[in-house]
């Protein structure tokens, strides 16, 4: 269902933008071949990693704008400060080619992020509560309740 989504999402978009659309969406597909393509707040995005559903489970989203494509989040968007606007969004002007490479390199180390967050958590030592024990505190009312009826 979610790749017809895409693809309806796609082809409702201006002609014009339609085919740096479908660059934009191939490459994100061969750079996260594991990543699930979904729809969300009405645009395409791609979850990897982390807890289905969890916004650590979100790995990037694109959008066509009236004036620009968006591409967000965008992490460490080395070589991309040029089109990085607020705190995590890309916008490529509609007049201007994607610079797909620099995007590329940017999912890649996406994906590469959410590996190793993956790898830590599974690596990590369980972090077990310990057994309940009565707390010091009700073991002494326990005790001094005892004593006054002694």
């Keep these: 269902m979610a ?5 309806a999402y796609i082809a409702a978009a201006p002609e014009a933008v339609q085919p740096a659309l479908r660059r934009l969406r ?8 594991h990543a699930t393509e979904k729809m969300s707040y009405g645009i395409p995005f791609y979850e990897y990693g ?7 489970s979100r790995l990037i989203y694109f ?11 965008a ?8 089109f990085l606007t607020e705190r995590s969004t890309l916008r ?27 790898k830590a958590k599974q690596t990590a030592p369980a ?5 309940r024990t009565r707390s010091a505190s009700r073991a002494g009312a326990s005790a001094s309740r ?3 009826r002694s």
């Design 26 to 33: 191939a490459m994100i597909r061969e750079e996260a071949p």
């Design 75 to 82: 992490g460490d968007a080395k070589g991309l400060e040029q």
């Design 127 to 131: 972090s077990r509560r310990p057994a």
């Design 3 to 7: 790749k017809a989504d895409v693809d």
């Design 92 to 118: 490529f002007p509609l007049d201007e080619p994607l610079p797909m490479t620099k995007v590329r390199a940017l999912v890649k180390a996406r994906v590469k992020e959410k590996d190793v967050a993956a």
């Design 63 to 73: 959008a066509a704008q009236k004036n620009h494509i968006a591409v967000y989040p």
């Design 146 to 148: 005892r004593a006054s």
């Design 50 to 56: 982390g807890k289905p559903g969890t916004l650590q």
